[in-house]
């Protein structure tokens, strides 16, 4: 009988866990995760802190779904170490478990302000169900504005579920560009547009010089530009890192993450990764990466827990893959849409009356990059032809994705 463990109750772990168990009845399946609530939809946390998205709705599945899968979740359980030699993972609480098959799935850890006063109470990150929760209990004791350091996915999602409490926001970046370096000009512009008419501020250009406190609480910041805003709410959406901690020691190769290959192995045997904390092959750029969304950690988790049990499936390789709504504005962001390479076409296309821009990128008459800006019809498409490489030419893929719009072309 095999001893399957995974560290992480994220996308990646619970989506390894039901591959695994899909192939193997047999085996013992362990998830070992820090957090105190069932595995959870992070990618709702804002509609929850919005109040859109109740309680109820937040867990992918309910308790019952682990006891009849034969699951032992044990949550509050937080990983100290790997012994590899031993084939075993040390506890916080003094425990050891045994692996025969392990899984590397431990997610990101946000990052923090540097900045004078950036741990005074009521400046916070927003990574978890409980984070969430303490974001709606100070939101309701104030009525200053809140402000959101960070215009990246995970800034203007929760800019959104604030704003939709009720709450006056204002939302600084520090790159001239909203979700850099993934939007250019254009695609910002529209979408910086659409967050200002919903009633957020935006400063572009602008993070937070110093948090001010008084009597141990937040009650103001000065931004980069001298402006003094009132606050005693100040969320950090500036990235996040992933969880490697653990891992000091141990043998197992980490650049940015932790390195794997096509069968999701790092160089140790019997030890696996995947999600926010793999680095892998990108066949777009020929380097590893890190690639941090949802959908990526659920398909490298299924494909994972597919590999550990012996029943592997080809991976192509990680791409940029994400598509997200703000403010009723859909984004969607495919592959390689930074163009800074050479030999690469870029095809752009607007409809400023209706509010929509589109980039493709393409390299050798095949498409290897897509930025939609409201209205993503066409991203499966577009995914499936960077994915299996298909031929399109400019004037093909202009009849394709960008009827309707106006169109300029370029080479670099």
């Keep these: 009988m095999t001893r399957y463990v995974i560290v992480g109750g994220g996308p990646a772990g619970v989506s390894a866990a039901t591959a695994i168990r899909s192939q193997d009845s047999d085996g013992s399946l362990v998830i070992l995760d820090r957090d105190r609530d069932l595995p959870y939809y992070r990618t709702e946390l804002d509609t929850y802190i919005a109040g859109t998205t109740p309680e109820a709705e937040l867990p992918l599945h309910p308790e019952p779904f682990y006891r009849d899968q034969r699951i032992d979740l044990r949550l509050r359980t937080v990983v100290a170490r790997l012994r590899p030699a031993g084939r ?12 025969d098959a392990l899984l590397l799935a431990p997610g990101s850890r946000p990052l923090r302000g540097s900045w004078t006063g950036a741990d005074v109470p009521g ?38 579920g604030i704003h939709q409490r009720g709450k006056a926001v204002t939302l600084l970046e520090r790159e001239p560009t909203l979700w850099a370096p993934l939007l250019d000009e254009p ?23 110093e948090v001010s406190a008084e009597s141990g609480r937040v009650v103001g910041v000065r931004t980069s530009r001298g402006r003094r805003l009132e606050t005693e709410l100040v969320i950090v959406a500036i990235g996040v890192r992933p969880d490697l901690g653990f891992l000091e020691g141990s043998g197992v190769r980490v650049d940015r993450g ?58 192509r390789g990680v791409i940029v893959s994400n598509s997200e709504g703000f403010f009723g504005i859909r984004v969607a962001v495919l ?3 930074q163009t800074g390479a050479k030999a690469l076409t870029v095809l ?33 498409m577009m995914k499936k032809f960077i994915l299996e490489g298909r031929r399109l030419t400019s004037e093909e893929a202009k009849s394709k994705f960008l009827t309707g719009m106006v169109i300029e072309e370029s080479e670099k």
């Design 335 to 337: 592959g390689l849409t």
């Design 123 to 160: 400046v916070m990150t927003v990574r978890t169900w409980d984070d969430a929760r303490e974001v709606i209990r100070r939101a309701g004791e104030t009525s200053r504005p809140v402000v959101v350091v960070g215009g990246g996915v995970l800034g203007l999602i929760l800019a959104e």
């Design 187 to 209: 695609a910002s512009a529209v979408v910086r547009k659409g967050v200002e008419e919903a009633g957020v501020a935006v400063g572009l250009g602008e993070e937070v010089a």
């Design 258 to 315: 932790i390195l794997i290959d096509h069968e999701f192995r790092t160089n140790v045997p019997g030890v696996f990764a995947a999600g926010d904390a793999a680095q892998a092959y990108d066949p777009l750029t020929g380097l590893f990466r890190v690639v941090t969304s949802w959908n990526n950690a659920m398909e490298q988790g299924r494909l994972a827990g597919l590999s550990m049990a012996k029943a592997s499936t080809p991976y």
């Design 348 to 380: 752009r296309g607007r409809n400023d009356e209706k509010g929509l821009y589109r980039k493709l990128v393409l390299r050798e008459e095949k498409l290897v990059g897509a930025l939609l800006v409201g209205n993503v019809s066409g991203e499966g």
């Design 88 to 99: 075993s993972v040390d506890l916080e609480d003094g425990s050891s478990v045994e692996y």
